[in-house]
């Protein structure tokens, strides 16, 4: 009877010891991924200072534009605490808010023909969209990571371990508003 007991004990510390070590496995997997934002991030901010520089020569009506770019990049390059769900929260929206000036910023470029056709633009361009091609895909799979783990918190007995272990769920990268806005494609036809 005794050897019974121990046992059942002995299995459920084994698949209690099992699912915390999921949780922690896939709480570093969140932080990985979250840092594969942050590198994407940084890759775009350090590409900023070229665009502006190059730009700067021939928009000199968009120089508002071009000082809220910089006080975003420097806002976004801050450091901030992985843990903290609303810092998280806070540093997504101020990358979303810089990419909306930039794309506002690509925007005014359309306008300038010799800016658009100089060469040095052209590259940082493509610099650019590669750039946030690849914080596309980093922001896809931070929200992978982010489901697994949130599933894993949510489920018995996960969610008991993870009081236990302190630790929480995590939000998704979500866009802005504005990005979800419908297009209305007349102000581009006419």
């Known amino acids: 009877m005794d050897s019974i007991?121990?046992?059942?004990?002995g299995v459920v510390l084994i698949i209690s010891y099992l699912w915390y070590a999921s949780l922690i496995l896939k709480r570093n997997n969140v932080r990985g991924s979250l840092s594969g934002i942050d590198v994407q991030l940084k890759k775009r901010s350090d590409l900023?200072?070229?665009?502006?520089?190059v730009a700067k020569k021939f928009m000199q009506h968009e120089m508002e534009i071009m000082k809220e770019i910089t006080g975003l990049r420097t806002q976004v390059d801050k450091k901030y605490d992985p843990n903290n769900i609303t810092e998280v929260k806070n540093h997504f929206a101020d990358s979303e808010l810089l990419a909306n000036k930039l794309g506002q910023?690509?925007?005014s470029v359309e306008n300038y023909?010799?800016?658009k056709s100089n060469q040095a633009m052209i590259e940082v361009i493509q610099s650019l969209n590669e750039v946030e091609a690849q914080l596309t895909a980093a922001r896809r799979f931070y929200n992978s990571t982010v489901t697994a783990l949130n599933n894993t918190i949510q489920i018995f007995p996960g969610n008991l371990i993870a009081k236990l272990a302190n630790i929480q769920e995590l939000p998704f990268y979500q866009t802005d508003e504005a990005s979800k806005a419908p297009i209305n494609t007349s102000?581009?036809?006419s």
């Open 5 to 9: 007991i121990l046992g059942i004990i």
């Open 48 to 53: 900023i200072p070229n665009i502006l520089a």
């Open 105 to 107: 910023f690509m925007m």
């Open 113 to 115: 023909p010799d800016l």
């Open 187 to 189: 102000e581009f036809l």
